[in-house]
């Protein structure tokens, strides 16, 4: 079974549209969004205007992760350009298939700092929790495309080991929920595991790393923003977005009811090849995350994940366009250049060598 399978909690999230129900005042709008994403690799290609020469590979590469955007995120690509740095993010390729030295399936060390099923944890202070198992996009170079997400808990009793041990161990303050996108799951799901997590007295501080502001900006409900501001923890809200294009105006919304209700926002994004590896581009994505009143927290290097060797940007590279951005911009619109190394004690910026 794919790991992106979905389960059965996704599919009951995500009814067929049915023209006659009520619109998403309802807070069912994002589920209809995410039911009516493009999932067939041949309407994607012929939807955009692109050869068809291409759909033959994207079919086949989408075998082993299967493709998935939501039209929201399709209406920012640019029709006819099969170079558009939004459609990088999600055509699979045939390129995809290589098998590439030092690329493999578990590329950050997660089977090892796995405690109890769901939870990681690999940082003094922290632990992060893979909520759900399914994203509303799928994007090629995800360092989870492998992620035996069939061992995480699916509902409430499977999360007791993992909440028994956040209890138990009073040095964790933060406790992270991620994935698959952890604002997928129901706001009923979503508000007990919080309850839970809140009653642990020693965790103040709660971190959601979730792309559905980006690519699935109608989940930004009301309702969603009642249950992130009711808790006694402090909640921030890391997104990720690699391209000033994907900051449009839906998901700009989003982003602004999120800022407006008082919920710290940050931004991480991975170098990608073809995607945001120039300065101009890295320079207009943090003007407009600033602007979005989003800080630029990390830039990654690209894990090395099997499939995804194409998108990788050397770090000398990457020194050199930060470089730029510092000569550009004040320091809190310069994104943090790190690295994930298996058992380091937390991100490992990637500097420049001193001179000497
Ligand atoms: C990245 C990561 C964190 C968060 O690291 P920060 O540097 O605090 O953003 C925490 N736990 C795990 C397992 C991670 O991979
Ligand atoms: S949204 Fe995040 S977890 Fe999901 S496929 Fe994209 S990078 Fe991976």
């Known amino acids: 079974m794919s790991p992106f399978e979905e389960t059965s909690e996704a599919r009951a999230l995500s009814p067929r549209p049915d023209p006659a129900a009520p619109p998403s005042s309802q807070g069912l709008g994002w589920k209809r969004a995410l039911a009516a994403a493009i999932r067939d690799p ?19 590469a989408a075998t082993r992760f299967p493709l998935l955007v939501p039209r929201g995120f399709l209406a920012r690509m640019r029709r006819g350009d099969p170079a558009d740095p939004l459609l990088r993010q999600v055509l699979p390729l045939e390129r995809e298939e290589e098998e590439v030295p030092g690329y493999g399936s578990d590329p950050v060390g997660d089977a090892a700092a796995t405690c109890a099923p769901g939870l990681l944890r690999k940082y003094a202070g922290r632990a992060l929790l893979i909520a759900t198992a399914t994203c509303a996009m799928h994007c090629r170079y995800c360092f989870r495309r492998e992620y035996p ?6 509902g409430m009793a499977e999360w ?6 956040l209890a138990g161990d009073s040095s964790i303050q933060e406790v992270i929920l991620s994935g698959g996108d952890p604002l997928l799951l129901t706001d009923r799901a979503l508000d007990r595991l919080v309850r839970e997590i809140e009653v ?8 959601i790393h979730t792309r559905l502001p980006i690519v699935l900006p109608e989940r930004v409900t009301d309702a969603l923003l009642g249950i992130l501001c009711r808790f006694r923890l402090q909640t921030r809200i890391v997104v990720h977005a690699n391209h000033p ?3 449009a105006d839906d998901c700009a919304g989003a982003l602004t009811k999120l800022a407006d209700a008082g919920i710290p926002l940050l931004n991480q994004a991975v170098l990608l090849r073809g995607v945001n590896d120039d ?3 890295l320079f207009a994505l943090s003007q407009r995350l600033v602007d979005l009143r ?7 290097q690209l894990d090395p994940v099997r499939g995804a060797a194409h998108f990788f940007v050397p ?7 930060i470089d730029a951005l510092r000569r550009k911009l004040p320091g809190y619109a310069v994104p943090r250049y790190v690295r994930e190394e298996p058992g380091a004690p937390g991100k490992v910026e990637i500097l420049a060598p001193r001179p000497t």
């Open 42 to 60: 041949t309407e994607l290609i012929g939807t955009l205007g692109l050869s068809k020469a291409l759909i033959k590979p994207a079919r086949r």
């Open 245 to 247: 294009a994907e900051l």
């Open 315 to 321: 770090e000398a590279r990457g020194i050199t366009l």
């Open 294 to 300: 989003v800080l630029p927290y990390y830039l990654h």
């Open 149 to 154: 997400y069939e061992t995480a808990p699916k």
């Open 160 to 165: 007791r080991p993992a909440l028994d041990q």
């Open 200 to 207: 642990i007295p020693h965790v103040r501080q709660l971190r």
């Open 279 to 281: 300065p101009a581009t």
